[in-house]
């Protein structure tokens, strides 16, 4: 009787852990808005509004159109970001700098406003040594780089933005070619097996605020398995290095 009550008791166990669990969310409560901005030293400006949605929603979040966004400087200048495609506002060769403190500011059309934290423009190293080595393993490529920021006000954080291209040959060959409806044997210079690809790496951070000297060394970019079809012809890659502040 023992053994019995004890499977009884598991058996009630199991089923309860398998309930399904609906907790009631407001669906208005998560319509915040969603702000995605960057300012360069270029003075190229990017900002992206969209609104958020709950997570049973399998669907593009919302995005914010008729908003009035603007920059403020610190010396009184006042940029204004116009609408280039839906919820996407932005503009080019801002005059801004180094010194400068900038703050965002967002009028949606609902007449909300919203202004960021100040932030500041950092100034970005050149980007050193890209190179690869074997990982640890043996079984990946691992793509590193090296920088070095020498500057008395420089930032101690960094992000890396890359993309890799590749070049790869199809899974078959196609010889013929239709002409009319018939199928005519292709010449060399019309092969269309070779193929080129183009992806965007996850961003990768970096910090040297636990170090004596600002200097990157050996940071990770991304690996590759050795039977990647990435490296079976041609790779290369493209870094883009951004000093940012500690809050970002």
């Known amino acids: 009787m023992r053994g019995l009550q004890l499977i009884a008791v598991c ?4 089923v309860s852990c ?6 009631e969310i407001n669906a208005a409560s998560v319509n915040a808005l969603v702000v995605e901005a960057r300012l360069d030293i270029s003075g190229d ?5 969209s609104r958020a949605i709950p997570l049973y929603k399998f669907s593009d979040a919302p995005k914010e ?3 009035v966004v603007t920059i403020q400087s610190s010396t009184g200048e006042k940029f204004s970001l116009p609408e280039v495609t839906e919820g996407t506002y932005g503009a080019l060769n801002l005059p801004v700098d180094h010194e400068t403190i900038y703050t965002l500011q967002i009028r949606t059309s609902d007449g909300k406003e919203y202004s960021s934290d100040d932030v500041q423009i ?8 890209i190179y690869f080595a074997t990982s640890a393993t043996g079984d990946e490529l691992e793509f590193l780089t090296d920088s070095d920021n020498n500057s008395p006000n420089a930032t101690r954080y960094y ?20 002409v009319n409806g018939n199928p005519v044997l292709r010449k060399k210079g019309e092969y269309v097996d070779t193929c080129w690809n183009e992806l965007r790496v996850p961003i990768t951070l970096a910090s040297t605020k636990q170090l004596t000297a600002n200097t990157i060394s050996r940071h990770k970019l991304t690996s590759i398995k050795n039977t990647s079809i990435k490296i079976s012809r041609r790779y290369g890659i493209l870094v883009r290095q951004r000093a940012i502040s500690e809050q970002e």
């Open 159 to 178: 992000a890396f933005e890359c993309v890799e291209t590749y070049e790869y040959r199809s899974s078959y060959f196609s010889r013929f070619k239709r």
């Open 65 to 67: 159109s008729g908003a």
């Open 122 to 129: 950092h100034s970005t190293p050149p980007v050193g040594n």
């Open 45 to 49: 400006a990017f900002v992206k509004l």
């Open 11 to 14: 058996f009630f166990v199991c």
């Open 18 to 23: 398998l309930e399904p669990y609906l907790p």
